[in-house]
């Protein structure tokens, strides 16, 4: 072994001596890329975007990044990234990025009735900055303009501040040395967000562009303390309700991207006021109608409602969920012939899945990652936890990130479907906090190996060797496909056997 080593090492000396001058190129890599809101933890309103194009292209011996853009179609305005500006110095020196091509797409009438014709940037490129490490998540303050959209109420004539997120945790070595992009419109879907405090009956209405989907909404009267002592002397009279607004999101208060919708269920016309945190107070003018009071505001917070009562009843009874407690399939309607009816009937048995009805199960329906984080938690026997939050899954998401189950590896997104690499990964974090997670196996003989992400490969090597989680074929794991609840369930009863 030794004489093997000291040839090595000479060789190596003699390529060395011949070779003074070569250097090896370094790997070029794809990274995950996202628009980031330019304050809070959240996406951009600009982040449609990127949907066609989730990687850059970093080339490392150039120290360039290359990423592209999409045009986007939000509640029917379409348009596209024309200007990008990117923050060379991290003190707020930007720069416009070089363009590598460009796209056109017609914005239609919406807007201002005209239909425009944008150029968009579809493919571009800058210097990555000296303050990018190219380690865990990272953001690169820019500033970018999408013409003709709701973005003009926002910041008029100007550029919307937000940030590049990379996730260098998600990156793939690669030979290319050039980016392909897809110029297609965004693909992606805008949720309308309309929700309702039950307690105050005040409503906040909105869409995905402008606060994350899953935001909910937080309304406290308030009639004592500091803030209540704020808004009295700022409004100037004893008759007036307070509430703080907020739209919330794992426990953060959101920046709204755009303008929401606040509608305050009022008996007659009002005066309304939105109060700093230094006492002064601002008229929020709105429209009376029909018994409500409707406001457009973009800034949550204090809101102080002058004269006028709120009609709002709440509701006096609780609807309480009655889980469904059928431990066979037999019951099941739609499992009689299905494949995994034996595997379902096994994961009702244990309490882990129910029913969506008492007579259908629905196994071809994606799977969420609040239903399979919900479905872990009973594994671990529901231990205790504490949580402000009340939506049903509040606690299983609540004790997941605790243990460090979800997060830190993908955006966790409690209604959207889980891929099957999301699911292993949950599957693979809960069996480390059991002393277990040893077993792997070499997954090179798949095509779509390299498809699986990094902070994933541990974790789909774990699930196959135990046989929770097959190829798709005998070829293909599919690690980027959802998983319908039959397939989950069944990867359940897998893993608890």
């Known amino acids: 072994m030794k004489k093997i080593l000291k040839k090595t090492i000479a060789v190596a000396s003699c390529l060395a001596m011949l070779l003074p001058n070569v250097a090896f190129a370094a790997e070029n890599q794809y990274v995950t890329v996202d628009f980031w809101h330019a304050v809070s933890d959240q996406a951009s309103m600009g982040n449609l975007a ?8 970093y080339l490392a011996d150039e120290n360039i990044l290359q990423m592209g853009t999409n045009p986007v179609d939000v509640s029917g305005f379409q348009s596209g990234v024309v200007e990008i500006l990117v923050d060379t110095t991290g003190d707020g020196d930007y720069k416009a990025v070089d363009v590598i091509s460009r796209g056109m797409v ?5 807007n201002d009735g ?12 800058f210097e990555l900055p000296s303050y990018i490490k190219k380690s865990g998540v990272e953001y690169i ?11 003009d109420v926002v910041v008029g004539e100007g550029y919307l501040d937000a940030r590049i997120q990379l996730d260098w945790t998600q990156v793939k070595s690669t030979s290319d040395t050039d980016l392909v992009v897809d110029a297609s419109i965004s693909s992606g879907t805008v949720n309308a967000v309309g929700v309702v405090d039950e307690a105050t009956g005040i409503m906040v209405a909105g869409d995905s562009t402008v606060v994350h989907s899953e ?5 406290t009267t308030i009639t004592s303390g500091s803030d209540y002592t704020l808004a009295k002397n700022a409004v100037g009279t ?7 607004i907020q739209m919330v999101l794992n426990g953060v208060d959101q920046v709204p991207d755009g303008a929401l919708e606040i509608t305050f269920p009022y008996s007659s016309d009002i005066e309304l006021y939105r109060i700093s945190d230094t006492g002064t107070k601002t008229v929020l003018r709105g429209l009376y109608k029909d018994g409500e009071y409707k406001i457009s505001t973009r800034q949550m917070g204090l809101f102080a409602v002058v004269g006028g009562t709120n009609m709002y009843t709440p509701a006096t009874t609780e609807t309480v969920e009655t889980p469904v407690t059928t431990t066979s399939t037999t019951a099941f309607t739609d499992m009689t012939s299905h494949w995994a ?17 008492e007579t259908t199960f629905a196994p071809n329906d994606s799977m969420t990652n609040a239903m399979a984080i919900s479905v872990l938690y009973r594994v671990a026997g529901t231990p205790d936890v504490t949580t402000t939050e009340t939506q049903w899954y509040a606690k299983a998401v609540a004790w997941g990130l605790q243990e460090g189950i979800v997060g830190g590896y993908n955006d966790f997104v409690p209604m959207d479907s889980i891929t099957r690499q999301e699911l292993a990964t949950m599957l693979y974090r809960y069996e480390l906090t059991q002393g277990g997670g040893t077993e792997k196996v070499d997954l090179s003989s798949f095509s779509d190996v390299n ?6 490969a541990d974790a789909f090597s774990w699930a196959n060797a135990k046989g929770i989680i097959n190829g798709t074929t005998a070829t293909t794991l599919a690690p980027t496909e959802g998983a319908t609840r039959a397939q989950v369930a069944t990867m359940f009863v897998s893993y608890t056997k």
């Open 50 to 57: 990127t949907d066609n194009n989730e990687f850059a292209l």
């Open 106 to 110: 017609e914005t239609g009438t919406k």
């Open 114 to 125: 005209v239909n425009h014709e944008v150029n968009f940037i579809n493919k571009c490129e």
């Open 141 to 151: 303050p820019i500033q970018i303009s999408v013409p003709h959209t709701p973005m």
């Open 215 to 219: 935001s909910y909404l937080e309304v």
């Open 238 to 244: 004893d008759d007036f309700d307070l509430y703080e």
């Open 341 to 357: 009816k034996d595997n379902v009937a096994k994961a009702v048995e244990l309490g882990l899945f129910s029913g969506i009805t």
């Open 451 to 456: 498809s699986i992400a990094t902070w994933a």
